[in-house]
């Protein structure tokens, strides 16, 4: 597990493909506004996700093309009810991807024990604020203290380094850049920060009121010292050592500091669309192939060709600092982050 294999999966830009994030649902129990409205409703009809067969599926197509690593999210991944099963699944594929998983955590009281048994060894579980108060106006639920129950049961379970990733939105959560840090080293927590990206579909995104990457370094460099690690490879995330280290700090400048000159992703949304990225406005249609009349070879054939067409389509970057930039029209829930 974890060996490189070679990718057939490269694009006009020479980057080759080995990463896909796979949306199991765009169901969530939190309402990040970053990331949804609070009062979205506009849900897939169930019977338009993949069903776990379909899914297993189109996975091992993607592993055969060399893809090796594989992050489950949402939506809320952990409300798909045969998850354990999905994970114990891609696990048992024969040469198997590096699975991850990114959760709210609110269920991994219950769940780490039984995901880490079925084959889930990393875990990122998405925190933005030690208030309760701040906790329920970011989310539009009062879950903080489930979400505290979740990492210590992904510690406990053994799903370590557990990965914490924040989002900071001006005037709301800004002035916890340092005490999330404090928190994560008392915690033995490796914590990213996310810069906010436009994918809210409720249109809150304002460049002008956005945390960037420097002004995250600033803050944290007025209460430690921060050096950078060196390796990067195709990680979103700019890693810094803190005082000298071992632990380490991560920002994620999607916006200010893009990276896709390095990207290696390809996301699958739940319902079965295949992305060149989060930003991209065309989606291949899986789903179809899969409940078509084609024999299964054919089917599997037709898949391959669709994960070349995607990866040959993908454009050179997200495009969100030109000005013709258009959001997508799904939010991120549905997209799959
Ligand atoms: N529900 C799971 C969770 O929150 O971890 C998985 C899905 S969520 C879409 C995946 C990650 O995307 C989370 O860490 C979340 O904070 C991040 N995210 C959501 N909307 C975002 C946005 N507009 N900009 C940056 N990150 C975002
Ligand atoms: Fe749900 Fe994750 Fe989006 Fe928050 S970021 S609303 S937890 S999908």
Partial sequence: ?????????????????????????????????????????????????????ELISIIKVGVSQGIDEIRLTGGEPLLRPDIVEIVSRISAIENPPILSMTTNGLALAKLATPLFDAGLRRINISLDTLDREVFKKMTYRDRLDDVFAGIQAAKDAGLLPVKINAVLLRGINDGEVTSLLDWALAEDLNLRFIEQMPLDAGGIWNRAELITADEIFEQLSSKYKLSPVDYRGSSPAEEFLIDGGP???????????????ACDRIRLTSDGQLRSCLFSMKETDLRGILRSDLSEEEKIEALISKFHVTVKDKLPGHGINDPSFIQPSRPMSAIGG
């Fill in 1 to 53: 597990m974890g060996e490189q294999r070679m990718t057939q999966l490269v694009d006009t830009y020479g980057r080759g493909h080995r990463d896909l994030r796979v949306s199991l649902t765009d169901r969530c129990n939190l309402r990040c506004t970053y990331c949804m409205p609070h009062d979205f409703a506009a849900w897939l009809p169930s019977d338009e996700l993949l069903t776990t067969d």
């Fill in 247 to 261: 632990a380490t700090v991560g920002i994620i400048g999607s916006v200010s500091r893009p990276f896709c000159g």
